[in-house]
């Protein structure tokens, strides 16, 4: 592992599937990117359940 090159830190998300889940996946977020402040985020689409669609399926 390489002392020098600093640790990132990536947090992932599942896309809500309801506009409630929606505005609460915002808060968190920018909580989180205020506090944790990670390299990144990222949202898992189609990892379970392929075949339903969610608030932001295609």
Excluded: C, N, W
Aim: proline share 10%; net charge positive.
């Amino acid at each position: 592992m390489d002392k020098k090159r600093p640790k990132e830190l990536s947090i992932e998300f599942f896309p809500p599937k309801t506009p409630e889940g929606a505005e609460k996946l915002r808060l968190v977020k920018d909580r989180l990117a205020k506090e944790v402040k990670p390299s990144f985020f990222s949202v898992t689409f189609g990892a379970v359940d392929q075949h339903k669609r969610g608030l932001y399926g295609p």
